[in-house]
T-cell receptor, first 110, second 117 residues
Framework: GENVEQHPSTLSVQEGDSAVIKCTYSDSASNYFPWYKQELGKGPQLIIDIRSNVGEKKDQRIAVTLNKTAKHFSLHITETQPEDSAVYFCAASRAGDMRFGAGTRLTVKP | GAVVSQHPSWVICKSGTSVKIECRSLDFQATTMFWYRQFPKQSLMLMATSNEGSKATYEQGVEKDKFLINHASLTLSTLTVTSAHPEDSSFYIC?????????????FGPGTRLLVL
């Protein structure tokens, strides 16, 4: 089955700096890669997603890149703000079967 | 985005009792819903896939007789934790497929925190 690895497990940045979270997946048939943000005590919220036929997608301060050959994808957050502090999960999906990474706890220091 | 609700948001129960958690898609129809379990500081673990009008598909290691899932309509799925024990204490989260740009997008509910005493 699919195995998703996510790094780093914790990330601390200064407000205004960029943050990068990386994930790798094992199943070459996976074709959908969403990223979720989870705040304490809440359910995950979809922040951006990408499909395997696209190499990069951007939405304001958030971007995702996908290297299908290497089977890795990354989340980039620019100009970080304290409200970006949360746990971020990557996921890889094939035919609706979605598997999650272990999560990255991002702390943005004001 | 699509809205998914859960009820209750938190519940405390005595060991041996059963607890029902509801998951509703508020502004769309969901033929497929998912139930996850999350322990503190850990990732989401898929428990089962709930399909409207048919039996749920459980992940390996999840007891189907303990975690009863009913997907009676296109907007409602329920998870019943039967004979709950303290080790069942966890954060339970449901999700549902919505149309969206990608048919595989899952939208999550706010979660239900269960504490079994």
């Amino acid at each position: 089955g699919e195995n998703v690895e996510q790094h780093p497990s914790t990330l601390s940045v200064q407000e205004g700096d960029s943050a990068v979270i990386k994930c790798t997946y094992s199943d070459s048939a996976s074709n959908y890669f969403p990223w979720y943000k989870q705040e304490l005590g809440k359910g995950p919220q979809l922040i951006i997603d990408i499909r395997s036929n696209v190499g990069e997608k951007k939405d304001q301060r958030i971007a995702v890149t996908l290297n299908k050959t290497a089977k890795h994808f990354s989340l980039h957050i620019t100009e970080t703000q304290p409200e970006d502090s949360a746990v971020y999960f990557c996921a890889a999906s094939r035919a609706g079967d979605m598997r999650f990474g272990a999560g990255t706890r991002l702390t943005v220091k004001p | 985005g699509a809205v998914v609700s859960q009820h209750p948001s938190w519940v405390i129960c005595k060991s041996g009792t059963s607890v029902k958690i509801e998951c509703r898609s508020l502004d769309f129809q969901a033929t497929t819903m998912f139930w996850y379990r999350q322990f503190p500081k850990q990732s989401l673990m898929l428990m089962a896939t709930s399909n409207e009008g048919s039996k749920a598909t459980y992940e390996q290691g999840v007891e189907k007789d303990k975690f009863l899932i009913n997907h009676a309509s296109l907007t409602l799925s329920t998870l019943t934790v039967t004979s709950a024990h303290p080790e069942d204490s966890s954060f339970y989260i449901c999700s549902a497929f919505s149309g969206g740009e990608y048919q595989e997008t899952q939208y999550f509910g706010p979660g239900t925190r269960l504490l079994v005493l």
